[in-house]
């Protein structure tokens, strides 16, 4: 009976051992990285980020300076808190950008110094850090990708400069793969990207120098959101400081992590526009609306806004709606509240820059204008030429919606 007793106390000690090492793992030694960042012609990337994935979960950020990440005293380290990384495939990004090259997570690293592993941008990828990204066409009013290149990545310093191809306020842009889109992204913004279809025609404000801008996140900052909505966290300006850019053909937004109701803030407005339109098709190939529409779609994790013009775009939170308080009964044998009627309010006078909108001069703005405006789409002046530019164009649109009653 007694060694019956000693064995029942040795295997519960020898449990009571093993059971913390099964629940509580241990968390695994960072694996380190340093390396160079260049271009795929060969020249330094000096801005933006180096970003590590495991299948789709970021895992470590480092910034790039002067054509490196890592160095002393910022190594990039990818850690393993829950001890269960060792053997993960590590894919390396320049911002948005998969450089296609990978390592195997090592706990401390191989032999356990830091792993030096140098990044180059895909030959499909035109780099723009610390100089603009140009480019120029033998057709007049064009600007051509190099030959089998799709994506560009800018920075928050610098813009995609089409200026050379300008025709106007006007010029087209080509892919470096007929049929593909051209891709645009900013390596200090990971979550957002820009798809100009192939052979776009872009037209600028009045005065526009042919340069456009990465998405930039946060400007310009707040606004007034829709009536109960407030604006959210994701907020990116894209285009131009000079106005809107408008497309001749759908241009998609990808805004990752979002979900909800978006919005864009017309240039040079103070108010957001909800978008209400749901894009029809899939969320890998939505519908695009009829121009100068805007649609959005959402597979639940991420949204795109499928539009014409390049402008701010962003997150719209619904506002929690206060309780309601029950109207007072009659007291003294007055009328119930509920019998009284109701006047309606009279709008007050139109501000000057409504009564420019005002197509058929009823005090209103309203779906009548918005009719004369769609009937006049793309005519030379006229009715529904709001801002006498001469055409009757989403520069317009955007003034009726301003002053939308």
Same mark, same amino acid.
């Given at each position: 009976?007694?060694?019956?007793?000693?064995?029942?106390?040795?295997?519960?000690?020898?449990?009571?051992?093993?059971?913390?090492?099964?629940?509580?793992?241990?968390?695994?030694?960072?694996?380190?990285?340093?390396?160079?960042?260049?271009?795929?012609?060969?020249?330094?990337?000096?801005?933006?980020?180096?970003?590590?994935?495991?299948?789709?979960?970021?895992?470590?950020?480092?910034?790039?300076?002067?054509?490196?990440?890592?160095?002393?005293?910022?190594?990039?380290?990818?850690?393993?808190?829950?001890?269960?990384?060792?053997?993960?495939?590590?894919?390396?990004?320049?911002?948005?950008?998969?450089?296609?090259?990978?390592?195997?997570?090592?706990?401390?690293?191989?032999?356990?110094?830091?792993?030096?592993?140098?990044?180059?941008?895909?030959?499909?990828?035109?780099?723009?850090?610390?100089?603009?990204?140009?480019?120029?066409?033998?057709?007049?009013?064009?600007?051509?990708?190099?030959?089998?290149?799709?994506?560009?990545?800018?920075?928050?310093?610098?813009?995609?400069?089409?200026?050379?191809?300008?025709?106007?306020?006007?010029?087209?842009?080509?892919?470096?793969?007929?049929?593909?889109?051209?891709?645009?992204?900013?390596?200090?913004?990971?979550?957002?990207?820009?798809?100009?279809?192939?052979?776009?025609?872009?037209?600028?404000?009045?005065?526009?120098?042919?340069?456009?801008?990465?998405?930039?996140?946060?400007?310009?900052?707040?606004?007034?959101?829709?009536?109960?909505?407030?604006?959210?966290?994701?907020?990116?300006?894209?285009?131009?400081?000079?106005?809107?850019?408008?497309?001749?053909?759908?241009?998609?937004?990808?805004?990752?992590?979002?979900?909800?109701?978006?919005?864009?803030?017309?240039?040079?407005?103070?108010?957001?526009?909800?978008?209400?339109?749901?894009?029809?098709?899939?969320?890998?190939?939505?519908?695009?609306?009829?121009?100068?529409?805007?649609?959005?779609?959402?597979?639940?994790?991420?949204?795109?806004?499928?539009?014409?013009?390049?402008?701010?775009?962003?997150?719209?939170?619904?506002?929690?709606?206060?309780?309601?308080?029950?109207?007072?009964?009659?007291?003294?044998?007055?009328?119930?509240?509920?019998?009284?009627?109701?006047?309606?309010?009279?709008?007050?006078?139109?501000?000057?820059?409504?009564?420019?909108? =005002?197509?058929?001069?009823? %005090?209103?703005? #309203?779906?009548? /204008? !918005? *009719?004369? @405006? &769609?009937? $006049? +789409?793309?005519?030379?002046?006229?009715?529904? =030429?709001?801002?006498?530019? %001469?055409?009757? #164009?989403?520069? /317009? !649109? *955007?003034? @009726? &919606?301003? $002053? +939308?009653?």
């Amino acid at each position: 009976m007694r060694n019956n007793i000693n064995k029942y106390l040795i295997v519960s000690i020898l449990l009571i051992g093993i059971v913390p090492i099964s629940v509580f793992a241990a968390p695994g030694i960072p694996h380190q990285f340093y390396g160079k960042v260049k271009s795929a012609n060969g020249s330094d990337i000096t801005t933006g980020n180096v970003i590590v994935k495991i299948g789709t979960t970021q895992v470590a950020l480092a910034p790039i300076s002067n054509g490196r990440y890592g160095y002393n005293p910022n190594l990039l380290l990818v850690t393993d808190p829950n001890g269960d990384r060792s053997g993960s495939t590590l894919k390396f990004f320049i911002g948005s950008i998969d450089t296609g090259q990978t390592k195997t997570f090592v706990n401390g690293g191989p032999n356990g110094l830091p792993t030096e592993l140098n990044l180059i941008l895909p030959s499909d990828t035109v780099g723009g850090s610390g100089s603009n990204v140009s480019l120029s066409s033998s057709t007049a009013g064009n600007a051509d990708m190099p030959t089998g290149a799709t994506n560009i990545i800018l920075t928050n310093t610098t813009v995609l400069n089409l200026s050379s191809g300008l025709v106007g306020r006007e010029v087209t842009l080509q892919s470096g793969v007929s049929g593909s889109p051209i891709v645009l992204t900013n390596s200090n913004l990971s979550n957002v990207s820009a798809s100009i279809p192939d052979g776009t025609k872009i037209t600028g404000p009045t005065g526009w120098d042919g340069k456009i801008t990465p998405p930039v996140s946060g400007t310009p900052s707040g606004g007034n959101a829709p009536a109960g909505f407030s604006v959210g966290s994701t907020v990116i300006s894209v285009g131009s400081p000079d106005g809107t850019l408008v497309f001749d053909k759908p241009v998609t937004i990808l805004l990752a992590g979002v979900t909800g109701t978006v919005g864009y803030r017309p240039s040079g407005s103070n108010t957001w526009v909800r978008i209400t339109n749901t894009c029809g098709g899939s969320y890998t190939t939505p519908t695009a609306p009829t121009a100068p529409g805007e649609c959005a779609k959402s597979n639940g994790t991420d949204t795109k806004i499928v539009t014409y013009h390049f402008t701010t775009f962003g997150s719209l939170t619904a506002n929690s709606t206060p309780a309601s308080t029950p109207a007072p009964g009659p007291v003294g044998g007055g009328v119930p509240p509920s019998s009284v009627p109701n006047p309606t309010p009279t709008p007050g006078p139109l501000s000057a820059a409504a009564k420019k909108v =005002d197509a058929n001069q009823d %005090g209103k703005i #309203d779906i009548l /204008d !918005f *009719n004369s @405006l &769609m009937v $006049n +789409w793309g005519n030379n002046g006229g009715t529904g =030429d709001f801002d006498g530019n %001469g055409t009757v #164009d989403v520069f /317009d !649109f *955007n003034m @009726l &919606m301003i $002053n +939308w009653s």
